[in-house]
Nanobody, 122 residues
Framework: QVQLVESGGGLVQPGGSLRLSCAAS????????VAWFRQAPGKEREFVAA????????AYADSVEGRFTISRDNSKNMVYLRMNSLKPEDTAVYYC???????????????WGQGTQVTVSS
């Protein structure tokens, strides 16, 4: 079992930045691919970014490519999502998830955190 806890969300103005963190406990995270998904009110959960177990491979949704960066520190059992140039449409609850490999759909991940709210508003 892997327990995931997200942190770092909050209220930020358009154009601002945030860094989300995903902390793992239980089993080590280093053998899992990890992804970030988000869910806005009334919408389905959508893929944001993912990183392979080694960090060598990454994937991004078109909507965040060039603005968001996913990274990991396996020595600390942590995964991060750096979000720059934030837009109001980035407002959502952000979830981290762990799975066997990088996929862009929710069934591909076995373990999920509880989420952290990100609100982009002036």
């Amino acid at each position: 079992q892997v327990q995931l806890v997200e942190s770092g969300g909050g209220l930020v103005q358009p154009g601002g930045s945030l860094r989300l963190s995903c902390a793992a406990s239980g089993r080590t995270l280093r053998t899992y691919a990890v992804a970030w998904f988000r869910q806005a009110p009334g919408k389905e959960r959508e893929f944001v970014a993912a990183i392979s177990w080694s960090g060598a491979g990454t994937a991004y949704a078109d909507s965040v490519e060039g603005r968001f960066t996913i990274s990991r520190d396996n020595s600390k059992n942590m995964v991060y999502l750096r979000m720059n140039s934030l837009k109001p449409e980035d407002t959502a609850v952000y979830y981290c998830a762990a799975g066997v490999r990088i996929v862009t759909t929710t069934p591909g991940y076995n373990y999920w955190g509880q989420g952290t709210q990100v609100t982009v508003s002036s």
